[in-house]
């Protein structure tokens, strides 16, 4: 029978420690990756203009006169956002409710497709799905 020296022992159980770490955090690190598409697969369709309540088309022209909207997304049914380019070069989103209504401005800050938005909510409402204007690597 072969004896193993507490040397090598020691050696073997290092391995052993940092094989388990390096799989504990591959395992961590594919879970945040799924967990980022997962939220980038919840983005709000597109739209044509003429999908597009003719309420919430007036609504935007008089609040951003003299500004044309890019794309048009529907947001879980309740309400629209269009993104634009004001004539300053600044890309915004803005958000109506179905019937018209202003809900809130956001403010392109080239941060992953992320936006700054007006009411301090972060982007963040009540409804699920994201007005996404950039697609990933942008």
Same mark, same amino acid.
């Given at each position: 029978?072969?004896?193993?020296?507490?040397?090598?022992?020691?050696?073997? /159980?290092?391995?052993?420690?940092?094989?388990?770490?390096?799989?504990?955090?591959?395992?961590?690190?594919?879970?945040?990756?799924?967990?980022?598409?997962?939220?980038?697969?919840?983005?709000?369709?597109?739209?044509?203009?003429?999908?597009?309540?003719?309420?919430?088309?007036?609504?935007?022209?008089?609040?951003?006169? /003299?500004?044309?909207?890019?794309?048009?997304?529907?947001?879980?049914?309740? /309400?629209?956002?269009?993104?634009?380019?004001?004539?300053?070069?600044?890309?915004?989103? /803005?958000?109506?409710?179905?019937? %018209?209504?202003?809900?809130?401005? #956001?403010?392109?800050?080239?941060? #992953? %497709?992320?936006?700054?938005?007006?009411? %301090?909510?972060?982007?963040?409402?009540?409804?699920?799905?994201?007005?996404?204007?950039?697609? #990933? %690597?942008?």
């Amino acid at each position: 029978m072969k004896t193993i020296s507490l040397r090598m022992f020691n050696s073997i /159980a290092v391995a052993a420690i940092v094989l388990m770490l390096a799989v504990i955090f591959s395992i961590s690190f594919s879970s945040c990756k799924k967990e980022a598409k997962e939220k980038a697969e919840n983005l709000c369709p597109v739209v044509a203009a003429s999908a597009v309540p003719q309420v919430v088309k007036d609504s935007f022209a008089v609040k951003y006169p /003299a500004t044309t909207v890019i794309t048009w997304f529907n947001k879980d049914s309740v /309400a629209y956002c269009a993104y634009f380019v004001t004539s300053a070069n600044v890309e915004k989103l /803005a958000q109506f409710a179905n019937n %018209g209504s202003f809900i809130k401005e #956001e403010i392109e800050t080239h941060q #992953e %497709g992320e936006h700054e938005d007006s009411t %301090g909510t972060g982007g963040k409402t009540t409804t699920d799905c994201e007005c996404e204007t950039h697609k #990933e %690597g942008d």
